[in-house]
């Protein structure tokens, strides 16, 4: 299956983003894309990687996902005026885990533009793999922020492919599950989520493995729950057999992988013990396949692994060998005492058993089995219009021109809420 040749890889940075803060203490530090960044640079990554740089998204563009009200809501908030929105802090769940900060607003826009202005990429054939490190911010529902992440750009890539591609797949190997972008296409067979996560006493609680889409997305939501100390050796041996069967079963022609850090050992919030070669080990496996991949970062809060982890895979992306001894770049002395690209692991338990991974794995590989092999293969007719993923079947709704992103997609009348569809 292998793909020969070199990969045309495409790769967007922001400068501005470093420069945003979600608050002192706050685990979620924006300036880890910088870092990594200037890793990459001083690598001499670079210089293979073609940069883009997209258009900014308007509002416009994050009501094909969102609702109007909460874009409303995140263009208005600042600091200075919050207290007067006290309401709609609560309903929208901004204020705590996501904190307002200022330009706000602007750091989703910027983040959304390079996953939009990737699958653009993609869907236009200039590029072979996109890396966006600043987005994979998979937590964020509808009409709410979660879990530090407030515009779902993961579910805005996907709908941006969907215009093209028929069958799209979102892999998450965050240390959480990956909930706002399976909320978003739970009851389609248009797009495929899978999702390796921490599962049980853990944020956000949801990707238990009997959860599996609903009416026409019944088999098409993948869950592979994981108890503490993941190491290397069984991440790869779940990963891959798992990855395998979708790929031969669901045939997706493009697909989303969120790279999230926090799945690392010795993450300040996660629990696993993976090092960056078991990490990666995902990201290579996944590009074996040669479909057209959108790379997006994700969680990831010991601030000094994760540009270790994503420079680390952009190199893989790339087919480049880099040197474990780390160039001097900006944030040397964060690399500090050995300044080396790898890091060791730890002596925890893996509390996942052979037993448990295996059985697991035939679960979902049953699951898989049970779904409509490469189904909808009709022509496609033109863009995806129109779309809106909330409880609705999206399977025929195949009509309207591309817009190409930067459309102005009006979404008519109120679709089902599928957090209510989907309480359990
Ligand atoms: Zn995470």
Known sequence: MSASGKKRVSYFYDAEIGNYHYGQGHPMKPHRVRMTHNLVVNYGLYRNLEVYRPKLVSHTNLTRFHSDDYVNFLRTITPDNMTEFSRQLARFNVGEDCPVFDGLFEFTQLYTSGSIGGAARLNAN????????????????????????????????????????????????????????????????RVMTCSFHKFGEYFPGTGDVLDIGIDKGKGYSINFPLNDGMDDESFEKVFRPVIGKIMERFAPTAIVLQCGADSLSGDRLGCFNLSLKGHASCVS????????????????????????????????????????????????????????????????????????????????????????????????????????????????????????????????????????????
């Not at 964020?140 to 797949?169: P, T, W």
């Not at 994700?298 to 790339?318: A, F, H, I, K, Q």
């Open 126 to 189: 200039q590029s072979d793999i996109v890396i966006n490190w600043s987005g994979g911010l998979h937590h964020a529902k509808k009409a709410e922020a979660s879990g530090f992440c407030y515009i779902n750009d993961c579910v805005l890539a996907i709908l941006e492919l969907l215009k093209k591609h028929q069958r799209v797949l979102y892999i998450d190997i965050d240390i959480h599950h990956g909930d706002g972008v399976e909320e978003a296409f739970y009851a389609t067979s």
């Open 285 to 424: 496996y996944v590009k074996s396949f040669g479909v057209p991949t959108l790379v997006l970062g994700g969680g990831g809060y010991t601030l000094r692994n994760v540009p270790r982890c994503w420079t680390y895979e952009t190199s893989v992306l790339l087919d480049a060998e880099i040197k474990d001894c780390l160039p001097y770049n900006d944030y040397y002395e964060y690399f500090g005492p050995d300044y080396r690209l790898h890091m060791p692991t730890s002596n925890m338990t893996n509390l996942n058993s052979q037993k448990y991974c295996e059985e697991t794995t035939i679960k979902l590989l049953n699951i898989l089995d049970d779904i409509e092999a490469v189904p909808g293969t009709q022509i496609e007719s033109g863009g995806l219009n129109n779309v809106t993923p909330k409880g609705m079947d999206i399977d025929d709704d195949d009509k309207g021109a591309d817009d190409g992103g930067n459309g102005d997609d009006k979404r008519e009348g109120k679709k089902g809420d599928l957090k209510t569809e989907m309480a359990k």
